[in-house]
């Protein structure tokens, strides 16, 4: 992969050395790497045309569609900021995001635009609305008014040209700023680990809300791959597409993947084009991690990322997913790719603490944010002086350099002095054959101070016996880990990325009490 210090290099370098291949691929419609370059253009004209300047927000409110990568590239050539909006929000924290990143122009699709319509008049910076795709097509149009436009901003490494906002269990979503260094690197050190090149055929299924999507797309561009974009992740497309478009990378997180494990005839296709397939963003349940290795053998690799970081830091290779005398690193996030730092620091004091202990992760690397939009506080809180990112994450490091991810710091349970993570129950709760969804908190307890409590979802047909599913995990694991009670509930509350909201959870049992509830 070349050097590139700057996004808008990337399509110039690869028009130049391949015009006419396939750039990018979408509903049946082709862009060539010269047609994608020209329409890059034409899109930073027409944002300067529109009297946006550098360091001004625009904003993508659809599902996925060809035009969020060309304005995200067209950005980075104008010197402006895609703030990519998360579609599944409600109508108000969809305003919040468009009122936060101060956008000027929004760019909408056809299932978003009524809702958008009744926001106007609660989105005071918004000078104007673009529909984009269906029959009330405005996007084409604003295109081609205007003529290319060669012209580069020179933007700094740190300088942001894509803003995508963290779900966040607590509060409002906060906007990360992406850069040219940090989402450059971030194309770099993952491409280096999957042999991405001119000849692979990319598949971006995820949301490009999601840096697991948008962060994938730009892998794929900076190798001079080929992307096939999808507009949503459907699970039988994404399988047939594979086969189809001798898919060879893709990413998806756990929840659709044990969807696909039962498409009809999954099992009969042809997947042998696949070289990697990237799987994170979520806890992985061990059985759908079973059927999926038995489907897709040789090409899983497990990623461990963030927005924060513009993605991947850590990856588990297929060698370690196949190999039976380590097993048990199914359990871990791998160790950190090319280019990034991983240590685990004390969460009180921030020193590092010894192998095999438990602790916070910290992260370095190259692949950074350029910090929080607006909230200079809280990217201070975020990072050291010395550039290291406090993750929030809980976990350890073995002796041969493997991370485990045990929970997020705040949800550590701790009962009678003992430190419990809920994780590690749900990972035993999800073994069993009645339960399809579980959270695990802690709740009050007047002699341990706090204890388990399991909140599970079952299985269509199933009922659950809560004594028969604590007997369960006592075969499994401690006494004390195993929840003292079992709740039964019809659906786990989720946050619009699929996140399970445990304080929602965890505070009817907290109301009223000392602890805070975060």
Same mark, same amino acid.
């Given at each position: 992969?070349?050097?590139?210090?700057?996004?808008?290099?990337?399509?110039?370098?690869?028009?130049?050395?391949?015009?006419?291949?396939?750039?990018?691929?979408?509903?049946?419609?082709?862009? #060539?790497?010269?047609?994608?370059?020209?329409?890059?253009?034409?899109?930073?004209?027409? &944002?300067?045309?529109?009297?946006? &300047?550098?360091?001004?927000?625009?904003?993508?409110?659809?599902?996925?569609?060809?035009?969020?990568?060309?304005?995200?590239?067209?950005?980075? &050539?104008?010197?402006?900021?895609?703030? /990519?909006?998360?579609?599944?929000?409600?109508?108000?924290?969809?305003?919040?995001?468009?009122?936060?990143?101060?956008?000027?122009?929004?760019?909408?699709?056809?299932?978003?635009?009524?809702?958008?319509?009744?926001?106007?008049?609660?989105?005071?910076?918004?000078?104007? /609305?673009?529909?984009?795709?269906?029959?009330?097509?405005?996007?084409?149009?604003?295109?081609?008014?205007?003529? %290319?436009?060669?012209?580069?901003?020179?933007?700094?490494?740190?300088?942001?040209?894509?803003?995508?906002?963290?779900?966040?269990?607590?509060?409002?979503?906060?906007?990360?700023?992406?850069?040219?260094?940090?989402?450059?690197?971030?194309?770099?050190?993952?491409?280096?680990? &999957?042999?991405?090149?001119?000849?692979?055929?990319?598949?971006?299924?995820?949301?490009?809300?999601?840096?697991?999507?948008?962060?994938?797309?730009?892998?794929?561009?900076?190798?001079?791959?080929?992307?096939?974009?999808?507009?949503?992740?459907?699970?039988?497309?994404? !399988?047939?597409?594979?086969?189809?478009?001798?898919?060879?990378?893709?990413?998806?997180?756990?929840? !659709?993947?044990?969807?696909?494990?039962?498409?009809?005839?999954?099992?009969?296709?042809?997947?042998?084009?696949?070289?990697?397939?990237?799987?994170?963003?979520? %806890?992985?349940?061990?059985?759908?991690?079973?059927?999926?290795?038995?489907?897709?053998?040789?090409?899983?690799?497990?990623?461990? @990322?963030?927005?924060?970081?513009?993605?991947?830091?850590?990856?588990?290779?297929?060698?370690?997913?196949?190999?039976?005398?380590?097993?048990?690193?199914?359990?871990?996030?791998?160790?950190?790719?090319?280019?990034?730092?991983?240590?685990?620091?004390?969460?009180?004091?921030?020193?590092? /603490?010894?192998?095999?202990?438990?602790?916070?992760?910290?992260?370095?690397?190259?692949?950074?944010?350029?910090?929080?939009?607006?909230?200079?506080?809280?990217?201070?809180?975020?990072?050291?002086?010395?550039?290291?990112?406090?993750?929030?994450?809980?976990?350890?490091?073995?002796?041969?350099?493997?991370?485990?991810?045990?929970?997020?710091?705040?949800?550590?349970?701790? #009962?009678? @002095?003992?430190?419990?993570?809920?994780?590690?129950?749900?990972?035993?709760?999800?073994?069993?054959?009645?339960?399809?969804?579980?959270?695990?908190?802690?709740?009050?307890?007047?002699?341990? @101070?706090?204890?388990?409590?399991?909140?599970?979802?079952?299985? %269509?047909?199933?009922?659950?016996?809560?004594?028969?599913?604590?007997?369960?995990?006592?075969?499994?694991?401690?006494?004390?880990?195993?929840?003292?009670?079992?709740?039964?509930?019809?659906?786990?509350?989720?946050?619009?990325?699929?996140?399970?909201?445990?304080?929602?959870?965890?505070?009817?049992?907290?109301?009223?009490?000392?602890?805070?509830?975060?």
């Amino acid at each position: 992969m070349s050097e590139f210090t700057h996004v808008a290099e990337v399509l110039a370098h690869w028009e130049a050395r391949r015009p006419d291949a396939l750039a990018l691929r979408y509903a049946g419609v082709d862009r #060539s790497w010269a047609q994608l370059a020209q329409r890059v253009r034409r899109n930073a004209a027409a &944002q300067r045309a529109a009297g946006l &300047q550098p360091g001004d927000r625009i904003a993508v409110l659809d599902l996925n569609h060809p035009s969020c990568l060309e304005l995200t590239l067209a950005c980075a &050539q104008a010197g402006t900021a895609n703030a /990519v909006v998360n579609f599944r929000l409600a109508p108000a924290e969809i305003a919040y995001v468009i009122n936060d990143a101060k956008v000027r122009v929004l760019f909408v699709g056809p299932e978003f635009a009524a809702a958008v319509e009744a926001l106007r008049p609660t989105l005071p910076t918004l000078e104007r /609305v673009i529909r984009v795709g269906g029959p009330d097509d405005e996007y084409e149009g604003w295109l081609a008014a205007s003529e %290319p436009d060669p012209a580069i901003y020179p933007a700094a490494p740190d300088h942001c040209f894509l803003q995508l906002y963290t779900s966040g269990t607590t509060g409002f979503p906060k906007g990360a700023m992406l850069t040219h260094r940090g989402m450059l690197a971030h194309s770099r050190n993952l491409a280096a680990t &999957q042999d991405y090149g001119p000849d692979s055929r990319v598949q971006v299924a995820m949301p490009l809300f999601h840096v697991g999507g948008t962060s994938t797309a730009l892998v794929a561009l900076t190798s001079g791959a080929s992307v096939f974009l999808m507009r949503t992740p459907d699970p039988a497309a994404a !399988l047939a597409m594979l086969e189809s478009e001798r898919i060879t990378h893709t990413f998806y997180v756990p929840a !659709l993947m044990a969807v696909m494990n039962d498409v009809p005839g999954a099992g009969a296709r042809d997947y042998s084009s696949l070289q990697a397939l990237c799987y994170g963003a979520s %806890p992985m349940p061990m059985p759908v991690l079973r059927r999926a290795l038995a489907m897709f053998p040789g090409v899983l690799y497990q990623v461990y @990322g963030m927005t924060e970081q513009s993605g991947a830091v850590s990856l588990l290779p297929p060698a370690d997913h196949a190999d039976p005398a380590v097993a048990h690193r199914l359990l871990s996030a791998g160790k950190p790719i090319t280019g990034v730092e991983i240590e685990i620091r004390a969460p009180a004091t921030g020193e590092r /603490v010894p192998t095999g202990q438990p602790g916070e992760l910290w992260v370095r690397s190259e692949q950074r944010m350029g910090g929080y939009w607006g909230k200079p506080e809280a990217t201070a809180a975020a990072f050291t002086p010395d550039g290291w990112l406090r993750s929030g994450d809980g976990g350890h490091m073995d002796a041969d350099g493997y991370i485990y991810i045990t929970d997020r710091i705040k949800d550590l349970i701790i #009962s009678g @002095g003992e430190n419990i993570y809920p994780a590690e129950i749900e990972r035993v709760l999800a073994e069993h054959p009645a339960i399809l969804d579980v959270a695990v908190i802690g709740v009050p307890d007047e002699r341990w @101070g706090e204890v388990p409590k399991a909140v599970v979802v079952a299985r %269509p047909g199933a009922s659950i016996d809560a004594h028969e599913v604590v007997a369960w995990c006592r075969e499994r694991i401690a006494a004390f880990k195993c929840p003292k009670t079992i709740d039964v509930v019809a659906a786990l509350p989720r946050n619009p990325t699929g996140k399970i909201l445990k304080k929602d959870l965890r505070k009817p049992y907290w109301e009223g009490r000392e602890r805070q509830v975060v």
